[in-house]
Protein backbone atom coordinates (compact mmCIF):
# COMPACT_ATOMS: atom_id res chain seq x y z
CA UNK A 1 0.00 0.00 0.00
CA UNK A 2 2.77 2.34 0.46
CA UNK A 3 4.42 1.82 -2.44
CA UNK A 4 1.23 2.42 -4.28
CA UNK A 5 1.04 5.71 -2.41
CA UNK A 6 3.98 6.70 -3.82
CA UNK A 7 2.89 5.69 -7.58
CA UNK A 8 -0.19 7.72 -7.21
CA UNK A 9 1.86 10.66 -5.53
CA UNK A 10 4.60 10.21 -8.36
CA UNK A 11 1.94 9.77 -11.52
CA UNK A 12 -0.20 12.36 -10.20
CA UNK A 13 2.87 14.97 -10.07
CA UNK A 14 4.11 14.01 -13.26
CA UNK A 15 0.65 14.66 -15.03
CA UNK A 16 0.43 17.72 -13.54
CA UNK A 17 3.82 18.88 -14.59
CA UNK A 18 3.33 17.14 -18.17
CA UNK A 19 -0.22 19.32 -18.61
CA UNK A 20 1.81 22.78 -17.14
CA UNK A 21 5.00 22.15 -19.56
CA UNK A 22 2.57 22.02 -23.04
CA UNK A 23 2.32 25.95 -23.10
CA UNK A 24 5.83 25.70 -22.76
CA UNK A 25 7.31 23.26 -24.93
CA UNK A 26 5.31 24.83 -28.03
CA UNK A 27 8.38 27.68 -27.50
CA UNK A 28 10.39 25.14 -29.07
CA UNK A 29 8.27 24.96 -32.06
CA UNK A 30 8.85 21.10 -32.19
CA UNK A 31 7.45 19.81 -36.17
CA UNK A 32 5.69 16.70 -35.90
CA UNK A 33 5.78 16.54 -32.37
CA UNK A 34 9.28 15.19 -32.17
CA UNK A 35 11.10 15.99 -28.96
CA UNK A 36 13.10 19.31 -30.04
CA UNK A 37 13.09 21.23 -27.04
CA UNK A 38 14.99 18.77 -24.63
CA UNK A 39 18.02 16.52 -25.03
CA UNK A 40 17.87 12.84 -24.32
CA UNK A 41 14.04 11.81 -26.03
CA UNK A 42 15.82 11.63 -29.87
CA UNK A 43 16.85 7.90 -29.98
CA UNK A 44 16.41 4.58 -30.81
CA UNK A 45 18.30 2.34 -28.94
CA UNK A 46 19.12 3.21 -25.09
CA UNK A 47 21.84 1.28 -22.94
CA UNK A 48 21.80 1.67 -19.26
CA UNK A 49 24.61 0.60 -17.02
CA UNK A 50 24.05 1.35 -13.50
CA UNK A 51 25.54 -0.02 -9.60
CA UNK A 52 22.82 0.13 -7.42
CA UNK A 53 23.71 -0.12 -3.66
CA UNK A 54 20.62 -2.16 -1.32
CA UNK A 55 19.99 -3.47 2.18
CA UNK A 56 19.75 -6.83 2.23
CA UNK A 57 16.52 -7.15 3.85
CA UNK A 58 16.16 -10.88 3.10
CA UNK A 59 14.00 -13.59 4.56
CA UNK A 60 14.51 -17.16 3.34
CA UNK A 61 12.90 -20.77 4.52
CA UNK A 62 13.24 -24.21 2.85
CA UNK A 63 11.50 -27.49 3.65
CA UNK A 64 12.32 -31.09 3.24
CA UNK A 65 11.19 -34.49 4.02
CA UNK A 66 7.99 -32.90 5.72
CA UNK A 67 10.47 -31.15 8.21
CA UNK A 68 9.41 -27.31 8.37
CA UNK A 69 12.28 -25.20 7.57
CA UNK A 70 12.95 -22.52 9.89
CA UNK A 71 12.62 -18.20 8.39
CA UNK A 72 16.10 -17.71 8.30
CA UNK A 73 17.35 -13.58 8.78
CA UNK A 74 20.06 -12.58 6.02
CA UNK A 75 21.71 -10.16 8.79
CA UNK A 76 20.84 -11.28 12.02
CA UNK A 77 21.73 -15.26 10.87
CA UNK A 78 23.96 -15.47 8.19
CA UNK A 79 25.76 -11.99 8.43
CA UNK A 80 24.91 -10.56 4.82
CA UNK A 81 25.80 -7.23 4.23
CA UNK A 82 25.28 -4.50 2.06
CA UNK A 83 26.84 -4.53 -1.15
CA UNK A 84 27.16 -2.63 -4.96
CA UNK A 85 25.21 -4.89 -7.95
CA UNK A 86 25.67 -4.28 -11.21
CA UNK A 87 21.97 -3.11 -13.55
CA UNK A 88 21.76 -3.87 -17.00
CA UNK A 89 18.91 -1.96 -18.80
CA UNK A 90 18.18 -1.80 -22.77
CA UNK A 91 14.92 0.05 -24.34
CA UNK A 92 14.38 -0.12 -28.20
CA UNK A 93 12.27 2.64 -29.26
CA UNK A 94 10.58 2.01 -32.88
CA UNK A 95 8.02 4.96 -32.85
CA UNK A 96 7.59 7.58 -30.31
CA UNK A 97 4.92 5.70 -27.83
CA UNK A 98 6.16 2.69 -28.16
CA UNK A 99 9.37 0.94 -26.56
CA UNK A 100 10.74 -2.62 -25.89
CA UNK A 101 11.94 -2.44 -22.31
CA UNK A 102 14.63 -5.63 -21.34
CA UNK A 103 16.78 -5.71 -18.11
CA UNK A 104 18.93 -7.90 -16.08
CA UNK A 105 19.74 -7.44 -12.10
CA UNK A 106 22.41 -10.11 -10.47
CA UNK A 107 22.34 -10.07 -6.92
CA UNK A 108 24.85 -12.14 -4.88
CA UNK A 109 25.25 -12.10 -0.73
CA UNK A 110 27.59 -14.37 0.83
CA UNK A 111 28.28 -14.33 4.65
CA UNK A 112 30.42 -16.20 7.09
CA UNK A 113 29.65 -16.25 11.02
CA UNK A 114 28.54 -18.18 13.76
CA UNK A 115 25.54 -19.22 14.70
CA UNK A 116 23.28 -17.65 17.32
CA UNK A 117 20.34 -20.14 17.23
CA UNK A 118 19.25 -23.15 16.03
CA UNK A 119 17.83 -23.43 12.48
CA UNK A 120 16.46 -25.46 9.88
CA UNK A 121 17.20 -25.23 6.55
CA UNK A 122 16.22 -28.11 3.78
CA UNK A 123 15.68 -30.81 6.35
CA UNK A 124 18.80 -30.08 8.15
CA UNK A 125 19.72 -29.19 11.33
CA UNK A 126 22.09 -26.67 12.14
CA UNK A 127 22.64 -25.84 16.05
CA UNK A 128 23.57 -22.53 17.69
CA UNK A 129 27.32 -21.89 17.93
CA UNK A 130 27.88 -23.84 14.19
CA UNK A 131 30.42 -21.90 11.93
CA UNK A 132 28.60 -21.50 8.60
CA UNK A 133 29.18 -20.41 5.49
CA UNK A 134 26.18 -19.48 3.42
CA UNK A 135 25.90 -17.41 -0.42
CA UNK A 136 22.41 -16.41 -2.06
CA UNK A 137 22.36 -15.97 -5.66
CA UNK A 138 19.44 -13.80 -6.89
CA UNK A 139 18.92 -12.73 -10.87
CA UNK A 140 16.56 -11.08 -12.07
CA UNK A 141 15.31 -10.54 -16.10
CA UNK A 142 12.21 -8.54 -16.96
CA UNK A 143 11.08 -8.19 -20.90
CA UNK A 144 8.32 -5.70 -20.92
CA UNK A 145 6.71 -3.21 -23.81
CA UNK A 146 5.94 0.19 -22.54
CA UNK A 147 3.24 2.32 -24.07
CA UNK A 148 3.04 6.27 -23.62
CA UNK A 149 0.08 7.36 -24.19
CA UNK A 150 0.84 11.24 -23.42
CA UNK A 151 3.82 12.06 -25.31
CA UNK A 152 5.29 15.43 -25.50
CA UNK A 153 8.54 16.91 -25.99
CA UNK A 154 9.09 17.78 -22.03
CA UNK A 155 7.93 14.32 -20.52
CA UNK A 156 5.94 11.59 -21.34
CA UNK A 157 3.31 9.37 -19.28
CA UNK A 158 2.69 5.25 -19.79
CA UNK A 159 2.00 2.00 -19.23
CA UNK A 160 4.26 -0.89 -19.08
CA UNK A 161 3.21 -4.95 -19.34
CA UNK A 162 6.16 -6.74 -18.03
CA UNK A 163 7.55 -10.25 -17.43
CA UNK A 164 9.99 -10.92 -14.45
CA UNK A 165 11.59 -13.83 -14.30
CA UNK A 166 13.70 -14.85 -11.08
CA UNK A 167 16.08 -17.75 -10.10
CA UNK A 168 17.16 -17.94 -6.69
CA UNK A 169 19.91 -20.00 -5.23
CA UNK A 170 21.01 -20.39 -1.99
CA UNK A 171 24.11 -22.73 -0.03
CA UNK A 172 24.41 -22.78 3.75
CA UNK A 173 27.35 -24.56 4.65
CA UNK A 174 28.58 -26.31 7.73
CA UNK A 175 31.73 -28.28 8.74
CA UNK A 176 29.62 -31.77 8.70
CA UNK A 177 26.60 -29.86 6.96
CA UNK A 178 26.04 -28.47 3.49
CA UNK A 179 22.53 -28.15 1.56
CA UNK A 180 20.67 -25.90 -0.81
CA UNK A 181 17.68 -24.60 -2.64
CA UNK A 182 16.68 -23.84 -5.96
CA UNK A 183 13.74 -21.58 -6.53
CA UNK A 184 12.47 -20.21 -10.37
CA UNK A 185 9.57 -17.34 -10.04
CA UNK A 186 8.09 -16.19 -13.41
CA UNK A 187 5.42 -13.40 -12.97
CA UNK A 188 3.81 -11.19 -15.20
CA UNK A 189 3.35 -7.20 -13.79
CA UNK A 190 1.27 -4.09 -15.08
CA UNK A 191 2.95 -1.07 -14.07
CA UNK A 192 3.35 2.99 -14.90
CA UNK A 193 5.79 5.52 -15.87
CA UNK A 194 6.07 9.24 -15.68
CA UNK A 195 8.75 11.97 -16.66
CA UNK A 196 8.69 15.28 -17.14
CA UNK A 197 11.83 17.68 -18.03
CA UNK A 198 12.17 20.11 -15.29
CA UNK A 199 15.09 21.83 -17.88
CA UNK A 200 16.44 21.22 -21.10
CA UNK A 201 19.35 18.24 -20.03
CA UNK A 202 17.53 17.40 -16.44
CA UNK A 203 14.66 15.21 -16.28
CA UNK A 204 13.11 13.07 -13.26
CA UNK A 205 11.36 9.65 -13.76
CA UNK A 206 9.07 7.83 -11.88
CA UNK A 207 8.19 4.06 -12.59
CA UNK A 208 6.15 1.47 -10.76
CA UNK A 209 5.09 -2.55 -11.63
CA UNK A 210 3.97 -5.40 -9.48
CA UNK A 211 1.28 -7.60 -9.79
CA UNK A 212 0.44 -11.21 -7.24
CA UNK A 213 0.25 -14.48 -9.00
CA UNK A 214 -1.47 -17.44 -7.82
CA UNK A 215 -0.69 -20.66 -9.86
CA UNK A 216 -2.59 -23.70 -7.56
CA UNK A 217 -0.66 -23.48 -4.30
CA UNK A 218 2.63 -21.83 -5.29
CA UNK A 219 2.31 -17.96 -5.30
CA UNK A 220 4.66 -14.88 -6.17
CA UNK A 221 4.47 -11.31 -5.61
CA UNK A 222 6.50 -8.95 -7.21
CA UNK A 223 7.11 -4.90 -6.92
CA UNK A 224 9.34 -2.87 -7.99
CA UNK A 225 9.54 1.37 -7.65
CA UNK A 226 12.21 3.65 -9.23
CA UNK A 227 12.44 7.26 -8.43
CA UNK A 228 15.45 8.85 -10.42
CA UNK A 229 17.05 12.21 -11.95
CA UNK A 230 18.37 12.19 -15.25
CA UNK A 231 20.67 14.60 -16.48
CA UNK A 232 21.83 14.76 -20.32
CA UNK A 233 25.63 16.11 -21.16
CA UNK A 234 24.11 15.84 -25.00
CA UNK A 235 21.07 13.94 -26.65
CA UNK A 236 23.63 10.70 -26.79
CA UNK A 237 25.09 10.49 -23.40
CA UNK A 238 23.88 11.12 -19.94
CA UNK A 239 24.07 10.04 -15.74
CA UNK A 240 21.41 8.63 -13.66
CA UNK A 241 21.15 8.76 -10.37
CA UNK A 242 17.75 7.41 -7.91
CA UNK A 243 16.34 5.23 -5.45
CA UNK A 244 14.99 1.39 -6.15
CA UNK A 245 12.73 -0.56 -4.03
CA UNK A 246 12.87 -4.30 -5.27
CA UNK A 247 9.80 -6.38 -3.11
CA UNK A 248 9.21 -10.21 -3.71
CA UNK A 249 7.81 -12.82 -1.50
CA UNK A 250 6.96 -16.13 -3.09
CA UNK A 251 6.14 -19.57 -2.00
CA UNK A 252 6.69 -22.70 -4.42
CA UNK A 253 6.29 -26.10 -3.23
CA UNK A 254 8.05 -26.29 0.22
CA UNK A 255 10.25 -23.41 -0.37
CA UNK A 256 9.21 -19.45 0.93
CA UNK A 257 10.86 -16.74 0.74
CA UNK A 258 10.71 -12.39 0.88
CA UNK A 259 13.36 -10.28 -0.48
CA UNK A 260 12.98 -6.37 -0.01
CA UNK A 261 15.67 -4.60 -0.67
CA UNK A 262 16.21 -0.78 -1.04
CA UNK A 263 18.91 2.06 -1.87
CA UNK A 264 20.24 4.44 -4.05
CA UNK A 265 22.07 3.64 -7.53
CA UNK A 266 24.00 5.67 -9.81
CA UNK A 267 25.19 4.88 -13.40
CA UNK A 268 25.36 6.05 -17.04
CA UNK A 269 23.40 6.07 -20.42
CA UNK A 270 24.04 5.94 -23.71
CA UNK A 271 21.45 6.76 -26.79
CA UNK A 272 21.80 6.40 -30.64
Known amino acids: MRMMRQLCVSTACATLLLMMSGTASAQYGAPGGTATGVSGEDYHVELAYGLWNPNPDLRISSESLGIVGTTIEGITDLGFERSFFQDFRVVLRPSRKFKFRFGYTPVKYEGATTLTRTIVFNGQRYTIGLPVTSALDWKSWRVGIEYDFIARPRGFLGVIVEGKFTALDMELNAPVISE ?25 TAEFTGLKLTVQEDTGKYLEFDLNGLFNFNKNFGVQGGYRTVSLDYRVEQDAGNLDLKGLYFGGVARF
Open 180 to 204: FTKVKVPIPTLGAIGRVYLAKNLAV
